[in-house]
């Protein structure tokens, strides 16, 4: 418990406190947390029993009458961080509230993360398997943006066949991940080759490989600086060299559409 000494009423300074302090319960103290980066989410504050969104506020919600910052205005929805929430009591729904109840989610989607949100059935899986999905979900390889041939990326990387999950979670349709999707399907066996495996190996069909299995354009940034010799030769950017006795479609395309 700190003590603050000031030459003027305390009150404001005690409300203050009070507003963006933690209040824990077993050491009767406050201790504001306003250090920058401080993970918090927003709850519905939930008051002897009762939500205090109303379904009257929903409904101009949903009419454009109200917006996020009203909500957080008339105290209806407030931020909570990780430190305060050992001291609440959180119901997932309004069928879960009870008198000490204190807050209540906004919806149970909110409790996972964008990428956690993306794995279906994560309670099917082990918690160490679901936090290497989030390390992994976001250097998969997809279709990031529909105007990739027009961007200036120094690097990118694209997959040609990209592949819409087989079972989706109600994070995957919000955020549309089914229609620019990332991965594909793959069907994998898990079983010992040999009496002298090697961990991590792959044996990959020869098959799947030649129907486009994992196959992905690389996009790299090049640069030129064309030069003026005082010999009168200058530099000059030509298309591939084709050659006559083959058809190169590429090479025809670049000389029609690049020669000067």
Known sequence: MCHVTVEVDDT?????????????LREFSYGPDD?????CRPY??????????????LDDLSANVLGWEDFLA?????YVDSNE?????????????????????????????VVAGLIPYP????????TYQ??????????????????FDTLQLQMIYPQRPLVK?????????????????AIVAIMSFSGYDVEDALIVNKASLDRGFARACVYRRAGAHLKMHESGVYDRLMGPVIDRGKFNLFACVFNSTHHN
């Open 12 to 24: 404001n300074l005690i409300q203050l406190i009070k507003s963006y302090g933690v209040f824990p």
């Open 85 to 113: 929430l050992n001291d609440c009591l959180v119901a997932m729904d309004e069928s879960e509230v009870s008198p000490a109840t204190t807050h209540m989610e906004i919806d149970p989607a909110t409790i996972l993360g």
């Open 44 to 57: 519905i504050i939930v008051s002897k029993g009762v939500p205090l969104v109303t379904q009257d506020m």
């Open 74 to 78: 008339k105290g209806v929805i407030e």
């Open 169 to 185: 979670s109600r994070t995957i349709e919000m955020l549309h991940f089914d229609q620019l999707p990332a991965g594909q399907n």
């Open 35 to 39: 250090d920058g980066g401080r993970l």
């Open 134 to 151: 989030c390390a992994m979900g976001k250097q998969a390889m997809g279709t990031i943006a529909l105007n990739q041939q027009i961007r």
């Open 123 to 130: 309670d099917h899986n082990q918690s160490p398997r679901n």
